[in-house]
């Protein structure tokens, strides 16, 4: 069952050719295996997931079965889960075990779905590598020597080596899409506001966005239905009516109009990722779609923009870190103020500290209207650079990383190059937008992502395009071998 599609899975289970306890049992056999290299999960807990699938099981047998009841989910350790120890890849919550569950979480629960297991990410989600995580590095199941991207590191890796069928993902600024595309599986952010943050550890509130990560874009609607949803505990979900992501899978594609940004195909583009987003371009020509060339004239703006306000957000989110409630707290102290600042020097990393400081600096008086005030008019600008794109076509395609997965190590020591890794997906989160990556091939033997972007609660339609593709060819089939 380890490369099959959720309706495939879901369809055993209901024929009773397979019990979710021993789907589960099988996945974590797999983790067990082949964990300790990949470091794919931080915590697995079998007491608790096989629980959850004998319950699962129980509910099949009466016949009361969802598309997902029994089906392992892998939880990216950002989600915080009742009883599991929730990290969010800092020694700051190493031993936090959360008492509540997010929304994310519980709504997985609602549908029969098994915690399969957190899956390890970068610190606080900050990174495009998953090298800032306090657990290690994740390695890429396609080459054992490079990142699998981040900061959904570890969804991405658990899913490219088949230890888990489904995962979920938070993307700020790329950490869906990125990783997707480094490991060749099709990746979700929704519109900002579908996905409720409840229980989410916040990062940037204004950017943060919940998704799913799975082979297919297929499989992502089934997971999409389950996760999407008001929920009046996150002030920022969208009361909107209950939608099908599967509604429109199989429509046809013709008339659509696809806009290429020539930004997105510009220098610092892969020569070898460009060629596979152009023949997945040229696939959806022959599916009956048209191209328009289209500008999105502040691309070169969002990572500056993005460097403003994430760590903004992100000084002012982190501050509840401070010893006093729960997470790290230093062991010796003389006075308060001592507790504060070893608790936080010992608790936070390295990325982490550089954007709390580049936070509170651009938020001082003295620079808030030079640095937060700019970065919030030019993210304004970048928003409706996509209104006016998609006053001429229906969706936006390019490449969802300037490159392929690189070498472990190779961008630790120069953040910059590190932060252009979202080039071409941040803007997305800038204006609240959906984006989708899909796995369209490989230069030199690497996965190379096709990013899709909609317009604003598009998601049905863009699965539908992905779907409509994952009809024509098979690279969404594609596993490393070996393993
Ligand atoms: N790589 C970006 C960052 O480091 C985006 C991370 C994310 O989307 N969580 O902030």
Known sequence: MINSSLKQIAAALAAKKISSVELTQGFLDRINRLNPEINAFVTTDAGRSLAQAANADALIARGEVGPLTGIPVAQKDIFCARGWRT???SKML????????AHIISQFDAAGAVNLGKTNMDEFAMG????????????NPWDRSRVPGGSSGGSAAALAARLAPAATGTDTGGSIRQPASLCGLSGLKPTYGVCSRYGMIAFASSLDQAGPMAKSAEDLALLLNVMAGFDARDSTSLQREKEDYSRRLNQP?????????????????????????MEAINQYRKLGAEIVDISLPNTRLSIP????????????????????????????????SEMYCKTRAEGFGAEVKRRILVGTYVLSAGYYDAYYLKAQQLRRLIAQDFKQAFSQCDVIMGPAAPGTAFKTGEKT???????????????????????????????????????IIGNYFDEARMLNIGHAYQQVTDWHTRMPEGL
Do not use: K, W
């Open 253 to 277: 594609l013709t008339g659509l109009r696809i806009g290429l940004p020539q930004e997105y195909f510009a220098a610092g583009l892969d020569a070898g990722v460009a060629e596979v987003v």
């Open 87 to 89: 990290t969010c890849g």
């Open 94 to 101: 190493a031993n936090f075990t959360a008492p509540y569950d």
């Open 305 to 336: 923009v993005y460097y403003v306000l994430a760590p903004a957000e992100a000084s002012s989110n982190l501050s509840r870190y401070d010893g006093v409630r729960y997470g790290h707290r230093a062991a010796d102290y003389t006075d308060l």
């Open 413 to 451: 020591d120069d953040p910059v190059a590190m932060y252009l890794e979202d080039i071409y997906t941040i803007a997305v989160n800038l204006a609240g937008l959906p984006g989708m990556s899909l796995p369209a091939g490989f230069s030199n033997g690497l996965p190379v992502g096709l990013q």
């Open 128 to 139: 495009s590598s998953n090298e800032t995580s306090y657990f290690g590095p994740v390695q």
